[in-house]
């Protein structure tokens, strides 16, 4: 099958030899500037796609993803959880309660914050089960002399607490005397298990304890909240502002996106900053392959001469240099697009890239290639290498034959 006359022209030109080998050199350059650019752009996109997913599934596996308040308080917190559960787009509902407390291990001690749970509604809106590492979820329920404590693992080893161990819990409630507020006695829990949520911020801070017992070290009859996991995490936002207008301006809501609003602000600002960064080296390309193509009409103005007096239209002529420079941007973005990938893929196999888990909450960065990133990238070097072709095309199709055969 025979191929257009102007590809044929533009592949001799691509693939000179001899005389014309510093063309091939200079086009070569040109697609490995290319080639590092959409590598370089496929990468970054890659690993600040990967950060922002990561961090988002570790959030929402740690946390629910609407909090619901009741102005007044939640009285029968046992019906608002089952009313708020049959919602529409709600599938699970948790109660909570939420404070602060010190715990005194053998190791040291720290401020936590610790969390009231219901041991049975709170898988429906936590992954905190499949996160434990050490002892058994049920325990926390468990009967016996002492109420029981679960513990963050990095929380664990810095108060050196073990599973069948106690920590002593001081909660910033006091009773009051005719000498003032006199804080509490701690109270001896047992250390029922560990978990590993993934985020450094609950691993190294939380401790849950039962209902019951939150009620008892914080000296609260009802629950502070409602903890809601819908069907589709997007939809949080949307499921909480229905959520008002349904019930009443009596329920506050707050959705995970709202909570971590500036987190992911600042991500995605990283992402659009060093796309446009790399995105430079891209351009750096496109401006070799101006260059590299006013070379080659300068040195093949003989040849569009007679390509002209011998019936070549200006339009041909085009074509052709037009053609040469699409197939430098074709070949440097197949072949760097096809590099980005591979490196990412290992990159995320192998977990290359390590980062301060107390500033990302993950110890390493995982690199995700969505499709519509990836095809972003490719199409937008194609045009930035086509747009490259069209001044010297030009200016190769202006040529006048009379006068550059003149002094031949």
């Known amino acids: 099958m025979s191929i257009p006359f102007e590809l044929h022209v533009a592949l001799r030109y691509l693939l000179a030899r001899r005389k014309q080998a510093f063309i091939s050199v200079i086009s070569l350059i040109s697609t490995l500037g290319v080639t590092v650019g959409v590598m370089a752009l496929v990468i970054a996109l890659a690993l600040m796609t990967g950060l922002q997913q990561e961090v988002r599934d570790r959030i929402l596996s740690s946390n629910p993803h609407i909090f619901v308040w009741k102005r007044g308080g939640m009285g029968d917190y046992r019906a608002e959880t089952a009313k708020l559960g049959q919602l529409p787009g709600v599938r699970g509902a948790a109660p909570a309660i939420l404070d602060k407390a010190l715990v005194n291990g053998e190791g040291g001690a720290a401020f936590i914050t610790l969390k009231g749970i219901d041991p049975e509604l709170e898988p429906n809106v936590t992954s905190i089960r499949e996160a434990m590492r050490t002892g058994r979820f ?205 490196v990412a893929r290992l990159a995320d196999r192998y977990q290359l890239i390590r980062v301060p888990v107390d500033v990302y909450q993950i110890a390493h960065v995982p690199f995700r290639v969505q499709p519509f990133d990836f095809a972003l990238v490719v199409f937008s070097a194609i045009v930035v290498c086509f747009v490259a072709t069209i001044y010297p095309s030009r200016q190769a199709a202006k040529l006048d034959p009379a006068q550059a055969l003149r002094y031949e």
């Not at 600002?269 to 796309?275: F, G, M, P, R, T």
């Open 138 to 342: 049920e325990d926390l329920a468990a009967p016996g002399d002492a109420d029981a404590i679960i513990l963050g693992s990095d929380l664990a080893a810095q108060l050196g607490a073990t599973v069948g161990g106690d920590v002593l819990v001081t909660t910033p409630d006091g009773t009051l005397t005719p000498m003032g507020m006199v804080p509490k006695a701690p109270r001896r829990l047992k250390v029922a298990g560990t978990f590993n949520l993934g985020l450094y911020e609950f691993d190294s801070t939380y401790g849950f304890v039962t209902l019951e017992t939150a009620r008892r070290l914080l000296q609260k009859t009802d629950v502070d909240l409602i903890q809601l996991r819908v069907a589709d995490m997007f939809a949080a936002p949307q499921v909480a502002a229905s959520l008002e207008s349904t019930l009443g301006d009596e329920y506050l809501t707050q959705d995970w996106a709202d909570m971590n609003r500036s987190l992911f602000s600042a991500l995605a600002l990283e992402k659009i900053a060093i796309s446009l960064t790399i995105g430079l080296i891209v351009m750096v390309a496109a401006l070799n392959i101006v260059a590299s193509l006013i070379l080659l009409v300068m040195e093949k103005h003989r040849d569009i001469a007679i390509l002209k007096t011998m019936g070549a239209s200006a339009r041909s002529v085009t074509t052709i240099f037009m053609l040469q420079g699409l197939l430098i941007g074709i070949v440097g973005t197949a072949v760097g697009a096809t590099a980005g990938y591979v």
